[in-house]
């Protein structure tokens, strides 16, 4: 398994940054509370799947949809999202180039449907996709990356996130963890 350094950057001061200037935050299926659950189930899939970068997954989780326009159809938020982000590397976290490109790469693709090869961003674009349970879909295993996401408990837990209160502490703490 690879080594990847531990989360080590302000958390909620990069929520409160993007939360600033995100579109969309108050949304019920695309907002805060479905960010808190990409990162709550991002952490317990990367802790199963080898060479997941945990850091790259709770950034993810923090930037993926802050870029929607709205609730609708809208293709291109991945790539807004991707784009917003690097405007807060190296300011709010460092990431060295090859982890700043897969945290890219999970940003921009996370809507295009596609499996990863990748675990990193196998991980962000499954618990992404295990947290469809917001809208009624239950996740598709065979559009799931992962063989701890495409599992039976895996699926029926993120259904239950749906109905959690979140805090960001205790997100942070548990990828400290």
């Known amino acids: 398994m690879a080594h990847h350094p531990r989360f080590a950057f302000d ?3 990069l929520v409160d940054a993007v939360l600033a200037s995100c579109t969309n935050r108050d949304s019920t299926i695309h907002g805060i509370h479905h960010w808190q659950c990409v990162a709550w189930t991002g952490r317990a899939l990367a802790r199963e799947v080898p060479d997941a970068d945990a850091s790259v997954v709770l950034l993810f989780a923090i930037f993926h949809d802050s870029m929607r326009w709205d609730d609708g159809y809208d293709p291109e938020h991945g790539r807004r999202a991707g784009a917003f982000m690097r405007t807060f590397a ?6 060295e180039p090859p982890r700043l490109e897969l945290l890219q790469e999970a940003c921009d ?3 295009d449907g596609r499996l990863a090869e990748n675990p990193t961003v196998g991980v962000c674009w499954d618990a992404d996709r295990l947290n469809l349970w917001r809208v009624g879909i239950e996740p598709n295993p065979k559009y799931l990356s ?6 039976k408990p895996q699926i029926r837990t993120a259904r239950a996130l749906q109905k959690r ?3 960001w502490k205790d997100i ?3 990828y400290r963890g």
Not at 90 to 95: A, E, S, V, W
Not at 146 to 151: H, L, N, S
């Open 90 to 95: 190296g300011t709010y976290f460092d990431l």
């Open 165 to 167: 209160v979140f805090r």
């Open 11 to 13: 958390g909620q001061a």
């Open 172 to 174: 942070f703490d548990a």
């Open 109 to 111: 693709g996370h809507v």
């Open 146 to 151: 992962t063989a701890p996401a495409r599992g």
